[in-house]
């Protein structure tokens, strides 16, 4: 499975954002699946992941403002942005692990697909 995330751009703040992460090769009905962003100069975070089942977790600096999503059907997983913020901006990434779990940490994940820039302006 190779994962391709897409969907970024530059947003004002207070705008939106959908971002998508498409898997080919494989259905992502077993994988639980998750979004990561990395800013200028600093480390890796966890945004959100979806698992199998649907269950979601979120960072909480990003609750009630992104909702992530999947459409196994379409073998892709989304990442709703809206309320952008400039502390949003970050190259965004996908990755997925085939698992009933859940993970908040990237190297859990066994695929990860490239980045994709999100940059928010105030």
């Known amino acids: 499975v190779q994962l391709q995330a897409s969907g970024g751009g530059l947003v004002q703040a207070g705008g939106s954002l959908r971002l998508s992460c498409a898997a080919s090769g494989r259905t992502t009905s077993n994988y639980a699946m998750a979004w990561f962003r990395q800013a200028p100069e600093k480390g890796r975070e966890f945004v959100a992941y979806i698992m199998r089942s649907g269950a979601t977790s979120y960072q909480e600096s990003v609750k009630g403002r992104f909702t992530i999503s999947r459409d196994d059907a379409r073998n892709t997983m989304y990442l709703q942005m809206d309320s952008l913020k400039p502390e949003d901006t970050a190259v965004y990434y996908c990755?997925?692990?085939?698992?009933?779990?859940?993970?908040?940490?990237?190297?859990?994940?066994?695929?990860r697909g490239q980045g994709t820039q999100v940059t928010v302006s105030s």
């Open positions: 990755a997925a692990k085939n698992s009933m779990l859940g993970s908040t940490s990237f190297t859990w994940y066994t695929l």
